[in-house]
């Protein structure tokens, strides 16, 4: 009985290595320039860490916001930027009732983000973060 399924495990190893080199003699090319289809040589991305982890939407939001502004390698101006936008947004009951309020649609609540963010002179990373959070509420 052991050796039947000795034989047995042996014949189905020679069967997928005798499909496999018939692959790769038909068409050694093709398969060559498919396995390699996603993996561009000689580019190599860094991997950022985030110096706290936060789990859940709002983590989600704040390590992408923390990614993008190493990326572009201005952490500390984002970071004036949004406390600079709270700022602002708490010193207007006008505006923090507008942001906050959900019967305006998203595409006119974005768009005052976005014209807030532009007249305050704020970075790409920034009025791209804003416009993102304007569609969340």
Not at 27 to 49: C, D, L, M, W, Y
Not at 56 to 79: C, F, M, P, Q
Request: proline residues 3%; aromatic residues 10%; without cysteine.
């Amino acid at each position: 009985m052991a050796f039947y399924g000795r034989v047995k495990s042996g014949i189905s190893l020679l069967s997928s290595q005798r499909s496999t080199i018939q692959r790769s003699l038909i068409a050694p090319s093709i398969s060559q320039a498919f396995r390699n289809f996603a993996h561009v040589p000689g580019q190599k991305e860094t991997k950022i860490k985030v110096p706290i982890a936060m789990f859940g939407g709002s983590g989600n939001y704040a390590s992408a916001l923390y990614i993008a502004a190493v990326k572009v390698n201005s952490v500390d101006k984002v970071d004036s930027e949004l406390l600079q936008f709270v700022e602002g947004v708490k010193g207007s009951p006008i505006t923090s009732q507008f942001i906050k309020d959900i019967s305006v649609a998203k595409d006119v609540r974005v768009k005052v983000i976005q014209d807030i963010a532009t007249q305050a002179k704020f970075s790409d990373v920034t009025k791209n973060f804003l416009g993102k959070l304007g569609f969340t509420y």
